[in-house]
């Protein structure tokens, strides 16, 4: 089977990994990635490595609805080799969405069975052309992967009929490895990974932090456009000197930085026009067999289940609690770590890469 995947994402090279599994199972697939793409606060150029398998292309815009590719590379790979499955891996109402599905119409070659990609969680009314676009795509595709529960929900209520599937956004569970040996002296290291953004709620675990008092310090790895503020809000707080700004983090090294921490927080807060819609570093920490502590945010409790400490969102104190609880009872933590550890399995590449490959069966059979 021949498939043609376009993912923005792409250019990190670990999550290429599902594709290469697929590749390594017998598919046939061509991905199309942008040259760069801005991840997790900093822009990331394509290095393509020994994927021989992937084309670059150069993008227009970068906001993840209204960009588009460059389509010479698209469109040659629809006319000369015409793929069996165009999976789509963007939003449905985006104009990249609606550029693929133009190249497809114009190639007029096979007609591949379309895929499309789903993260939303909040059910939008898009204003035009959007909305326009979200409808002519889901009236072309023949099934709909998402990465959380509730976007599948809202693509049902919207009126999809075709296939639609919940597929977890996949973790290299044996490069993330648990830490050897007991944890360093000193004090207790609690770690934030991503974009420093008022969304992502790097200010409530600044405040958490600062009423947890001494003993724990806070490890802050990403950038972005809050940095200045956050930086002014633990020195103002009391607790600049235990908290830690990394800046980004290359994800080539992720895996030492959460053999480094004791807890991980993702305190997402949600917005009007914004929910956490899956948190792939949670997945990466339980599988290091670090405990994570997790916002009630969208669909981090989908994706952590018992495996941490789910907090509500803005409530300092239940932060620190939780914290503190993770700090004092040696089982709770031991626990938590285990249970990460399995339920990361089935974020797995291996696990991911099966579901794929049967939803490219079920479309193009």
């Known amino acids: 089977m021949r498939v043609l995947r376009v993912y923005h994402s792409a250019v990190v090279g670990p999550w290429r990994e599902r594709d290469r599994r697929l590749r390594s199972a017998g598919y046939d697939l061509t991905l199309v990635s942008p040259r760069r793409w801005n991840e ?25 609805y209204a960009f588009v590719y460059d389509p010479r590379p698209i469109w040659r790979a629809l006319r000369d080799t015409p793929p069996d499955v165009l999976d789509v891996h963007e939003e449905p109402a ?10 497809r119409r114009l190639a007029r070659r096979g007609r591949p069975e379309v895929l499309l990609y789903g993260a939303q969680n909040i059910e939008k009314r898009f204003p035009p052309p959007f909305r326009w676009i979200e409808r002519v795509a889901l009236g072309t595709a023949a099934g709909v992967y998402c990465c959380n529960a509730e976007a599948a929900a809202i693509f049902r209520r919207k009126g999809f009929r075709g296939l639609v599937r919940v597929i977890g ?13 007991p944890r360093a002296a000193g004090p207790v290291r609690v770690g934030y990974v991503g974009r420093l953004e008022h969304r992502k709620g790097v200010h409530i675990a600044i405040r958490a932090i600062a009423e947890a008092g001494d003993g724990v310090e806070l490890h802050v790895h990403g950038s972005g456009p809050d940095e200045a503020g956050l930086r002014r809000l633990a020195a103002d707080s009391g607790a600049g000197e235990r ?29 009007a026009a914004w929910v956490e819609q899956f948190g792939r570093v949670a997945v990466e920490a339980m599988a290091s067999g670090v405990p994570v502590v997790v916002a009630d945010s969208g669909a981090l409790r ?3 289940g018992d495996a941490g400490v789910v907090v509500p969102e803005a409530d300092v104190e239940a ?6 609880s993770l700090v004092e009872d040696e089982d709770l933590a031991r626990r938590c770590a285990t249970t990460g550890i399995e339920r990361a399995r089935a974020f797995s590449w291996q696990a991911v890469a099966a579901e794929h490959a049967e939803l490219y069966e079920a479309v193009a059979g």
């Open 40 to 64: 997790g606060g900093a822009v990331v150029p394509l290095d393509a490595g020994t994927d021989d398998f992937v084309t670059a292309a150069r993008t227009l815009g970068h906001h993840p």
């Open 94 to 103: 985006s104009l990249a969405a609606l550029e693929l599905l133009l190249l």
């Open 169 to 181: 956004l996949g973790v290299d569970v044996e490069r993330f490895a648990q830490r050897v040996g």
């Open 243 to 271: 908290v830690h700004f990394h800046g980004y983090c290359d994800h080539r090294l992720l895996p030492d930085v959460y053999r480094s921490l004791d807890i991980l927080v993702v305190p997402s807060q949600t917005t």
């Open 302 to 304: 989908e994706v952590v």
């Open 319 to 324: 932060w620190v609690g939780a914290i503190r």
